[in-house]
């Protein structure tokens, strides 16, 4: 399946919500040992939901994605800030090895089918003794959306959809194993609270409009009856459809860092 980012970029802050706080951006800086003016390469950086906060706090940015619209709408709220952006795969970097004293990502890596690859090219690109920092947002299968959401992965699988939503890394854990694998060592993590604020009929109704991925390349046909089932599942798990759940209920900035050597 290939996602076409495009289409999202007028609707990514209002689903995703607004950048990261200063305080958060602020207290992981200090974990990883970075200063105004060191180096940053954003991978994934969408609009700029991670980026944008730590330009704000001094860093010298390099924001990029495969969605220009993406990068556009990123730029539009990036007035006097050290950042350039530049439309390309994070697994398939166009800079020079130790080129930069920090990489970030923020909850990307679930969508992305190589996403080994791209934590190989994170390596690969930063400095040594440099660090890997890194948010994840798809939440547990704990999670209400989660649950919801895997309902609807296992309805869509049973209809003989071959390539469900979210191509990439599945838990938090998975990546993390991968991680420590390329040589980063954990330094910590900064919890940044609960994220954007909605309910399960919200949540549905953004799934059958297709304002989330999980549809975008099933048929109508197999997409109305696995949301009835969806629905059905729903109303009989959770009951009360307007109440408050959060996507994801929690989640952390983790820092890495690798040897000051390379092996």
Known sequence: MTINYDRNAKIYDARHGEEIAPHIARNVMELAGLEAGGSQLDLASGTGRGCLAFARQGMT??????????LATLMLKASGLELSTHVIKAGDLPFEDDSFDAVSMSRALY??????????EAVRVVKPGGVFIHEWGSGSETDVYGRIRGRLRDLLL????????????????????????RGFKSVGAVETGPGLSTTPRKFIE??????CSYLWDVSDEIAA???????????????????????????WWRVYRLPKSRA
Not at 61 to 70: G, I, K, N, Q
Not at 111 to 120: F, K, S, T
Not at 158 to 178: D, L, M
């Open 111 to 120: 969508l992305i089918a190589d996403w080994r690859r791209v934590i190989g």
């Open 225 to 251: 009856s696995a949301m009835e089932k969806v629905w059905i599942y729903t109303c009989e798990e959770f009951g009360d459809l307007d109440q408050e759940i959060f996507m994801p209920e929690n989640s």
């Open 61 to 70: 940015v390099t924001a990029s994605d495969v969605s220009a619209e993406m």
């Open 158 to 181: 049973r209809a003989g959809v071959k390539q469900i939503f979210h191509p990439g890394a599945r838990t938090e854990t998975q990546v993390e194993a991968e991680i420590f694998a």
């Open 206 to 211: 953004k799934i059958v409009n297709r304002e």
